[in-house]
């Protein structure tokens, strides 16, 4: 019979509860209204949220179909408190027999915190007055050294407080819509997801914030390539069939080499989504991206660069969908202009899948080593033993300056990456 109505704390208007007798003294005293922490509420709304249809009960059925959650994220202050009120709650549910799972959530992920710097003014009377690092202008001398920095609403200097996490109190947080407004909202997305994995604190960086624009300054120059807008691949399903009729046994070596990156690359992104270190799958497509551009301009018409025509599309093809959870309005443009025929929106596209044949190696790369101290590169054919890689380092010119008056003490191969010759 204490219905909350909006207008405050329903108990707060029960005289019948609020006035009562000290339990100690005997006295008149009033009850304590507030009866429960703000977490309360959160620490059972995920098992209403799969109730939806429920109107007479708390819970019902239906939340047991989708509890548990799959994956919990939150900072350390949830991770302390909100974890361990919804673990106590759903145990009281559970109990009550309102639900059949034991824990709420299957997995936790605590993310790290932000940090920024924090600048400040000490007054002879008064509290400390902190000062958004963006209202700062630090000064540096002629060697960038810092030597100051002052507010820029009265130029007058303001003390610096290092580095710490972003808080009202310190007045040091960033407005994502100041970073929307200047370079848009994948532009601080792609920063804060390259940064840093998701567990670590990530340090804000102005610089990193506009290394980031320029990526995607990049990406876009990629989709719109003069070779994008020939005849022959002039939409979508042309783009498609293209591919879809290639000969990929038709690459040169180099142009093998090429697709191998492209693919070997989308083989650990798709490996890091899976344990959410999105900071390395975006390092994968910067190298996708270099490794695109390294790619000759070609004459689609002439059959012996068809082979760059292929593995430019489809590496900007895979390129675009792998980013397309990171960069979504981006991303979603250049599948307009990249795209091949899978779907309109890249977001109802196939994720893309590495070729298990295009990561076969014929040739591998080895970095030699003389006593530990890198001095050359070889290649050898796919499958080459040890006694042939051996031979390839020893005999390439360079290695042989190094050699040269000495003996050979050791010889170490790590298959596939590298062979050190140990010399005395």
Known sequence: DCVPDGSGNP?????????????KCG????????TMDTFVDSSWYYARFASQRSHTAMVDRETNYWMPVDQYIGGIEHAILHLLYSRFWSKVMRDMKLVSYDEPFSRLLTQGMVLNEIFFRKPTAGRIQYFNPADVEVRTDDQG????????????PVEPGGIGTMSKSKNNGIDPQALIDRYGADTARLFTMFA?????????????????????????ELGNKPEYRLPEFDDPEKRLRFLQKFDWDSLTGEQKKTRQLVHSLLEQANR???????NT??????KMVNSIYQIPRFDAGNMSQRGFAAITIEAVDILVRMLSPIVPHIAHVLWTKVGAGQAEAVIDARWPQPDPKALVRDIIEYVVQVNGKVRSWITVPAGSGETETV????????????????????????????????VI
């Open 11 to 23: 108990l707060n208007k029960r005289a019948d509860f609020v006035n009562c007798k000290c339990p």
């Open 27 to 34: 006295k008149a005293a009033r009850r304590e209204t507030d």
């Open 145 to 156: 050294k810092r030597i100051g920095a002052i507010l820029k609403s009265d130029g007058q």
């Open 196 to 220: 840093s994995p998701p567990e670590d604190t990530l340090e804000w960086s102005d610089e990193g914030v506009a290394g980031a624009h320029r990526f995607l300054k990049r990406l876009w």
């Open 272 to 278: 890091d989504f899976g344990k959410r270190q999105f």
């Open 281 to 286: 799958v975006v390092a994968a497509a910067m």
């Open 391 to 422: 031979a390839t380092a020893l005999a390439d010119a360079t290695v042989q300056r190094f050699l040269a008056g000495k003996e050979i003490k050791k010889k170490i191969v790590v298959p596939g990456k590298l062979v050190n010759i140990v």
